[in-house]
């Protein structure tokens, strides 16, 4: 059976798989206007296996941008300090962001909320549909997929995007390794109720062989998550509760009294990263590209990241509005992310997880260096909340321009994150624009005395900044970036 993904080869978008990363891909292409397709393995119900709860303040300002921020946000629980290693605290309460916090809530939530979304801009998803292989030719790629009944389908696309995890079958369609490593094996993880309340919203801690993490869900569960370095055993090997437990109280002291156990599971992590997040017109994006240990709660934030970067650039170019190296960008902006997500939550887990007398030495001298030089600090926390990435700029252009732009006060919008719900460019000038206005930019104003004139992209990002008074500069800019046709 062949299908055309909607108005034949060379118009849509095949996105494999619908976690976190495929839902966000997709319900921005669909209200792009690019016709969807999301294929996925699972059944259509909301999975239990809730690994993320740590959404971040660059993340949060990403879901603000699709009018999602706030709904997620009264449904968890914000938390202001980050602990790490017993006695670091990073303080998230002065973070540059309308977000000063790290959001606690489950991945699921995340993924129903994008689900929505998704469904309601027309993407069409198909469940129990798993993606087996792909070709891919100068027009198009042809994914090959076996369906609920048994026979296999032919789609074709113009683009394809590997959302589907860590085993991807994209990535090995298309011939990518993925070098790394295992970190840590055996951690063991469970939802369960407690009988006492912990002392604070997250509580972590390492004894000896024994390391314990606990945080609530905010439905009355909580998440635990325990390893212990002497118990090394597949992943296959059964869970029970009992063994939590005793990882709990070696690392916590007590075990909280932890109950009726929802769902409990054995994994390994990872460093893993693919060598390149593009083969033709096959992308790769979330946990296909990149994986990593769970330290710093960064996998489905950097994921949603990828997402909002290269679902705008696929749109512009399908529409004909930008030229297919547009694409090109996506590789040179968000590897270099994914690359340094790696190096810091590896070196995250290594220090929680250092053992011998230099190694805890080197992770007092870290912790007393963070404590004590607040720059430096101030860097580890814009990278782990995502605020402080910059893209790269051509040479001689406007130092804003790659920065993420803050959530400017407008005069018509309100403010910034608002006008990006369209997913549009958003030109931000000091007075009346009289130039092009492409279908696909919203013009406002900065709200106070601000001179310089900034063309935000869809995705948050300064696209081009100039702080002289010739419209001229402005038109041409709107020209090349958002591209003239309606
Ligand atoms: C214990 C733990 C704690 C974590 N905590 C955090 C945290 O606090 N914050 C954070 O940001 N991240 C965290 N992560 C990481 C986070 O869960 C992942 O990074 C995130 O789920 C990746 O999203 P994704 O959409 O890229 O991939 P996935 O969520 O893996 O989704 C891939 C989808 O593709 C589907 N699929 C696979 N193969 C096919 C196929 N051939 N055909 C069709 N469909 C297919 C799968 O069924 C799945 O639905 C944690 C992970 C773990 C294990």
């Excluded at 027309?122 to 030719?137: I, K, M, N, S």
């Excluded at 048994?150 to 683009?159: D, K, M, Q, S, V």
């Excluded at 460019?425 to 013009?443: C, D, E, K, Q, S």
């Amino acid at each position: 059976m062949d299908t055309d993904v909607e108005g034949g080869a060379g118009r849509g978008v095949v996105v494999v798989g619908a976690g976190p990363t495929g839902l966000l891909l997709a319900g921005d292409l669909a209200t792009a206007g690019v016709p969807v397709t999301v294929l996925e393995k699972r059944p259509h119900r909301i999975s239990n296996l809730s690994r993320a709860f740590a959404v971040h303040a660059r993340t949060l300002e990403q879901l603000d941008a699709r009018g999602l921020a706030d709904e997620l946000e009264a449904a968890g629980e914000p938390l202001t300090r980050l602990g790490f290693f017993g006695r670091l605290r990073i303080d998230l309460s002065e973070l540059p962001s309308r977000y000063r916090h790290v959001l606690v809530i489950p991945q699921y939530e995340v993924e129903r909320a994008l689900e929505r979304r998704a469904v309601a801009a027309g993407v069409a998803f198909r469940y129990e549909t798993e993606v087996t292989g792909l070709t891919q030719d100068a027009d198009g790629v042809t994914v090959l997929a076996s369906r609920p009944d048994g026979r296999t389908e032919r789609l074709r696309a113009a683009y394809v995007v590997g959302t589907d995890g860590m085993r991807s079958t994209v990535r090995r369609a298309v011939g990518l390794p993925f070098p790394g490593r295992s970190v840590i094996r055996s951690v063991v993880l469970a939802d369960v109720l407690l009988a006492e309340q912990p002392p604070s919203l997250l509580t972590a801690n390492a004894v000896g062989d024994a390391f314990a993490f606990l945080a609530p869900f905010g439905d009355g569960y909580y998440r635990v998550i325990g390893w212990h370095r002497r118990h090394d055993v597949p992943d296959d090997a059964p869970v029970d509760l009992a063994e939590i437990k005793e990882i709990t109280r070696l690392a916590l002291g007590r075990d909280y009294g932890m109950h009726d156990a929802r769902w409990m599971s054995r994994f390994h992590s990872d460093e893993r990263q693919a060598p390149s997040y593009r083969v033709g017109r096959v992308f790769l994006a979330g946990d296909a590209a990149h994986v990593h240990t769970p330290a710093g709660g960064q996998g489905m934030n950097t994921g949603l990241q990828d997402a909002a970067n290269l679902s705008w650039k696929l749109a512009a170019v399908l529409h004909g509005r930008s030229d297919p190296a547009l694409l090109d960008t996506y590789q040179f902006e968000r590897h270099p992310v994914g690359r340094t997500v790696l190096r810091s939550s590896g070196g995250i887990i290594r220090l929680a997880m250092a053992k011998h007398p230099w190694s805890l030495a080197a992770r007092e001298a870290f912790a007393t260096l963070l404590s004590a030089v607040p720059p430096l600090r101030r860097k580890v926390t814009s990278q782990i909340t995502g605020l402080g990435y910059r893209y790269p700029a051509p040479r001689g252009a406007h130092p804003l321009t790659g920065r993420r732009a803050p959530d400017i006060a407008l005069t018509r919008h309100t403010r910034l994150y608002e006008a990006l719900r369209d997913g549009h460019f958003v030109l931000i000038t000091p007075g009346r624009y009289a130039g092009t206005r492409p279908a696909n930019l919203t013009v406002d104003e900065w709200r106070g005395d601000r001179r310089t004139t900034l063309l935000v992209r869809p995705d948050g990002y300064v696209a081009w900044a100039y702080d002289g008074e010739d419209p001229g500069e402005t038109e041409r800019a709107v020209r090349e970036h958002v591209g003239a046709a309606a």
